[in-house]
């Protein structure tokens, strides 16, 4: 499964659908304060939480971690034929782990702060509601 967006500095939001517990990939474009698409040199560090909120405690960070900004952010726009949103295409794909969607019946929300090397942190948001796998 593969989400795709064009975001700006957010909070911007998302949703998907997929089978608890296997992984899915999120394909989006992403642009600074500046509105120029982020680069690798220009983004200090990216990081995640992913919160099930629909648990008793939606607050909760039920898992957290960090990215590899060079295995996840193109310095140039890429247009394979993975992402259908546009022929502009996207900088930014992370291939997420099934462990952090493990419960059928459950909507995740991952919120991904970027941290440019200079400004302001902002943030991406996906909602991920999982379905059980007969």
């Known amino acids: 499964m593969t989400l795709t967006i064009d975001t ?8 998907s659908t997929g089978y608890a517990g296997r ?4 394909l989006a474009r992403i642009v600074g304060h500046d509105g ?3 680069t690798q040199s220009a983004t200090s560090s990216i990081t995640y939480a992913v919160y ?8 909760t960070a039920t898992t957290t971690g960090s990215m590899t900004v060079a295995s996840v952010v193109f310095d140039t726009l890429q247009t394979d034929a993975r992402w259908i949103a546009d022929t502009t295409g996207y900088n930014f794909r992370y291939d997420a782990v099934g462990s952090i969607v493990p419960t059928a019946g459950r909507v995740y ?3 991904v702060t970027f941290t440019p090397s200079s400004g302001q942190a902002f943030q991406a948001v996906w909602d991920h509601a999982t379905l059980s796998s007969y």
């Not at 500095?9 to 998302?14: D, H, I, L, M, R």
């Not at 992984?23 to 999120?26: D, L, S, Y």
């Not at 099930?52 to 607050?59: E, G, I, L, V």
């Open 8 to 15: 700006t500095p957010g909070p911007t939001e998302s949703d």
């Open 23 to 26: 992984g899915f990939t999120i």
């Open 36 to 38: 120029a698409a982020i």
């Open 52 to 59: 099930d909120r629909t648990s008793n405690a939606p607050q």
């Open 109 to 111: 929300r991952l919120i």
